[in-house]
């Protein structure tokens, strides 16, 4: 581990030298002479209410983005029988149930491997690159590929892992989460095939690099910001393997190494290598995600110190450099799609604040030079998030719920304003979870 952790550390001085060049409701059952079904009813109710009772029992999460304590209140209220976490809790059940008739899935189910030649090597297209020419016999990709900013090519969900990879992440995170608030084994145990088959079974498992992410036809094998397709959700899945071992069924000791073993070989893929290197060196969403992503698989593999030392680097390298003394953010006030990608970004920067929080580091209290801050930033959607302003920038296709958990997470960090906003904001299609997994997701996708 110490190699590893001076090998990542001078790693990152590097990148940052060149950068600076439930319960589920149950419904109340008559008492009146109950026949053998409604017998059977109340003693499978019964055993759901022991296993919830049961799941993670006196031990708070181990998370390196949410605050576990957190989980852990908010299911002791549960248990208590607070009707509104029940009905959040039925929410999130109804998601987890969508997920338990899907999967699991692997990245060696395409069609074709990576260019690599090795079917366990991940692939994804670039989203926004299209063919310029009609497809021939001579010319079956019809390139020269050419970008169109913010409008995906459907063709990118075929033929690569990046769907999959995306019902990995969302399920994994949603069964986890419902295990833990219901103590119902099926949650847990589909979630944890889910993550075997995907990442540790030899016979089906990644290996643990992305150098054939956006790969785009007739041009790049891979790029460096291929590894977006990770950041933007994998401190998710780090969440749901510590809710996991709280002492969900179905996850192994097997299985918790063979997850360790995985996280810390792509963590120091991340760190050593060129397409790693030059996404930490990214300006934009990019590369704040890229060290969100860094902070937490160091959180989350013992190596501390690195995610201390990211957090800390972040005020200078991230906030004082992408965000102005008003709140903007240039660089995603530039794109077609203003709105989502101002969102967007402030997902990686209230979630990387959370693994700040983890070792010591406080991001919401910056001040930049110029006044730059994170609050400010949110601060700045407040009036189209409350739907009080129209955003006066580019938007392809406006989603106001899109900012409603970095709103939240200003709230709980302090920031008056933000808190005044929370009644106002818009409720996500799958519903407001933050009561049970207070930290921001991406609630806008740009996929199908």
């Given at each position: 581990m110490r190699?590893?952790?001076?090998?990542?550390?001078?790693?990152?001085?590097?990148?940052?030298?060149?950068?600076a060049a439930v319960l589920v409701p149950v419904s109340s059952s008559s008492a009146v002479d109950p026949g053998p079904a409604a017998q059977a009813g109340e003693a499978q109710a019964g055993e759901a209410q022991a296993g919830a009772a049961q799941a993670g029992k006196g031990r708070v999460p181990a998370t390196v983005v949410i605050d576990g304590s957190r989980m852990r209140q908010a299911k002791a209220r549960l248990d208590a029988g607070d009707r509104e976490l029940r009905r959040t809790v039925s929410q999130l059940t109804a998601t987890a149930d969508t997920w338990l008739k899907q999967g699991p899935w692997t990245v060696t189910d395409k069609p074709k491997p990576a260019p690599s030649g090795d079917p366990h090597d991940y692939l994804s297209q670039a989203p926004y690159w299209w063919p310029s020419q009609p497809k021939t016999e001579e010319n079956p990709w019809g390139c020269p590929y050419v970008q169109r900013d913010g409008e995906r090519n459907?063709?990118?969900?075929?033929?690569?892992?990046?769907?999959?990879?995306?019902?990995?992440?969302?399920?994994?995170?949603?069964?986890?989460?419902a295990w833990y608030y219901t103590g119902e084994k099926k949650y847990a145990t589909h979630a944890a095939d889910i993550l075997r088959t995907w990442f540790v079974d030899p016979a089906t498992r990644m290996n643990p690099n992305l150098n054939h992410g956006q790969f785009i036809p007739c041009k790049y094998d891979g790029r460096a910001i291929g590894i977006i397709d990770f950041s933007q959700q994998y401190t998710s899945v780090l969440d749901a393997l510590a809710i996991l071992e709280t002492g969900a069924p179905g996850w192994t000791k097997a299985d918790r190494a063979g997850m360790r073993a995985w996280n810390e070989d792509f963590l120091d893929w991340l760190v050593d290598s060129p397409f790693g290197k030059e996404e930490s060196a990214a300006e934009n969403n990019h590369g704040t995600f890229m060290d969100m992503q860094v902070a937490g698989l160091a959180l989350a593999t013992g190596d501390r110190a690195l995610a201390r030392q990211v957090v800390e680097e972040a005020r200078a390298k991230r906030v004082d450099a992408q965000i102005e003394g008003d709140g903007t953010q240039p660089q995603e006030l530039a794109r077609t799609r203003s709105w989502h990608y101002s969102t967007f970004s402030l997902v990686a920067y209230?979630?990387?604040?959370?693994?700040?929080?983890?070792?010591?580091?406080?991001?919401?209290?910056?001040?930049?030079?110029?006044?730059?801050?994170?609050?400010?930033?949110?601060?700045?959607?407040?009036?189209?998030?409350?739907?009080?302003?129209p955003w006066p920038h580019p938007e392809l296709e406006f989603y106001r719920y899109a900012a409603s958990d970095i709103v939240q997470a200003a709230a709980d960090a302090g920031n008056r304003k933000a808190r005044a906003a929370v009644p106002r904001l818009e409720e996500p299609p799958l519903g407001d979870l933050w009561a049970l997994r207070p930290a921001a997701e991406q609630l806008d996708s740009i996929a199908p």
């Amino acid at each position: 581990m110490r190699s590893r952790t001076r090998r990542r550390l001078g790693a990152l001085l590097t990148a940052s030298a060149a950068l600076a060049a439930v319960l589920v409701p149950v419904s109340s059952s008559s008492a009146v002479d109950p026949g053998p079904a409604a017998q059977a009813g109340e003693a499978q109710a019964g055993e759901a209410q022991a296993g919830a009772a049961q799941a993670g029992k006196g031990r708070v999460p181990a998370t390196v983005v949410i605050d576990g304590s957190r989980m852990r209140q908010a299911k002791a209220r549960l248990d208590a029988g607070d009707r509104e976490l029940r009905r959040t809790v039925s929410q999130l059940t109804a998601t987890a149930d969508t997920w338990l008739k899907q999967g699991p899935w692997t990245v060696t189910d395409k069609p074709k491997p990576a260019p690599s030649g090795d079917p366990h090597d991940y692939l994804s297209q670039a989203p926004y690159w299209w063919p310029s020419q009609p497809k021939t016999e001579e010319n079956p990709w019809g390139c020269p590929y050419v970008q169109r900013d913010g409008e995906r090519n459907p063709e990118v969900d075929t033929g690569t892992d990046r769907p999959d990879i995306g019902k990995v992440f969302n399920s994994t995170t949603a069964l986890s989460l419902a295990w833990y608030y219901t103590g119902e084994k099926k949650y847990a145990t589909h979630a944890a095939d889910i993550l075997r088959t995907w990442f540790v079974d030899p016979a089906t498992r990644m290996n643990p690099n992305l150098n054939h992410g956006q790969f785009i036809p007739c041009k790049y094998d891979g790029r460096a910001i291929g590894i977006i397709d990770f950041s933007q959700q994998y401190t998710s899945v780090l969440d749901a393997l510590a809710i996991l071992e709280t002492g969900a069924p179905g996850w192994t000791k097997a299985d918790r190494a063979g997850m360790r073993a995985w996280n810390e070989d792509f963590l120091d893929w991340l760190v050593d290598s060129p397409f790693g290197k030059e996404e930490s060196a990214a300006e934009n969403n990019h590369g704040t995600f890229m060290d969100m992503q860094v902070a937490g698989l160091a959180l989350a593999t013992g190596d501390r110190a690195l995610a201390r030392q990211v957090v800390e680097e972040a005020r200078a390298k991230r906030v004082d450099a992408q965000i102005e003394g008003d709140g903007t953010q240039p660089q995603e006030l530039a794109r077609t799609r203003s709105w989502h990608y101002s969102t967007f970004s402030l997902v990686a920067y209230t979630r990387l604040a959370d693994i700040g929080r983890h070792v010591g580091v406080n991001l919401w209290d910056h001040r930049g030079p110029e006044g730059q801050s994170l609050f400010k930033a949110v601060e700045y959607l407040l009036p189209a998030a409350t739907a009080s302003t129209p955003w006066p920038h580019p938007e392809l296709e406006f989603y106001r719920y899109a900012a409603s958990d970095i709103v939240q997470a200003a709230a709980d960090a302090g920031n008056r304003k933000a808190r005044a906003a929370v009644p106002r904001l818009e409720e996500p299609p799958l519903g407001d979870l933050w009561a049970l997994r207070p930290a921001a997701e991406q609630l806008d996708s740009i996929a199908p």
